[in-house]
């Protein structure tokens, strides 16, 4: 494939047409986490603290049992909010639960407000997370019903492509072995909490994802495996390298964002670095505090383990 193809040349039309929509609509949802960390003042959010703040999204996410599309939008929200203003660190928590509350909102989830403060004990009220939520969707100009572009519109517009690449070649069965939704999104969310990967466009994070997954089961897979998967694999990547034409890629971004990629999921995968996170306190009432407490004639009494 190359770039200057007519349309109906594409082996999927289709979906090439659907790539070419979401690019045209890429600046509705364009973030710059770099402006962030310039000219910054005494107090406001840094991406450390953009970091956390993305965590606790996510924890959010499990918490009420919501699809990763909610977080990744939610996300994307936080990320162009911060991209347009200056915001102080004392009100980043009650900014990060509006975020999580439009984000549901434009999912069509129904999720009780008093809960979603409750439970992430941002410390602000109901009413201040509707006001903030206004706010939100003023800046970002979110109207009644408008479709936001994520990193996952065009995860999704890749996956489809590949998935119809690999039908052509009768290999859609390896093709959802070596691609796995499930693990796709989950890395995804993993990456898009470290700011070093979200700083990069979605186009690029998308497909240097799919670039980092198909290359990660060659390393591991691959020598257990036929030569039949070395094929399906090569057309794959080939596949992704013509994307990257289509898309307009610059060769030195897609470079640093695939490395950025590669590395948070290692330390992912090795658990050697601990990321930020809301800590969270358990809340009792005086009485069920009064009740948990362990009564002063209760003891456990351990025998004596003799050794022979």
Known sequence: MA??????????PDAIHQIQIALIRENESETNLLA???????????????DG?????????????????????????????LTKMKVQRRYLT?????????????????????????????????????????????????????????VFNYL???????????????TKGLFETILKTELLLTHL??????SECASAKPVVIALALIQTELERFLSSEIPSKSSYYSFVLLQLLTTVVDLQLICLIVPME??????????????YDDHSKTYPHQHLQWRYSSRVLYTTKP????????????EE
């Open 254 to 267: 897609f470079t640093s964002c695939h490395k950025n990629i590669t590395k948070a999921l290692k330390e």
């Open 189 to 194: 969310e993993v990456i898009m909490c470290n």
């Open 53 to 81: 703040a993305v965590h606790l999204l996510r924890f959010l996410k499990f918490w009420f049992n919501l699809q990763s599309t909610v977080f990744l939008t939610a996300v994307n929200i936080l990320d162009r909010f």
């Open 3 to 12: 770039p200057n193809r007519r349309e109906r040349d594409w082996p999927v």
């Open 295 to 306: 009564s002063w004639n209760y003891f456990t009494t351990l025998h004596t383990i003799l």
């Open 156 to 170: 999704n517009h890749f996956q489809g492509l590949l998935e119809s690449v690999a039908a052509q070649f009768k």
């Open 36 to 50: 962030v960390s310039l000219n910054q003042g005494l107090g406001e959010v840094t991406l450390a603290d953009r």
């Open 94 to 150: 009650c900014l990060v639960v509006s975020c999580f509350s439009v984000a549901a909102e434009v999912h069509q989830c129904n999720i009780d407000p008093k809960n979603l403060v409750f439970i992430s004990q941002s410390k602000c009220s109901v009413k201040d997370m509707e006001r903030m939520s206004e706010i939100i969707r003023k800046k970002l100009d979110l109207g009644p019903g408008k479709q936001l572009m994520s």
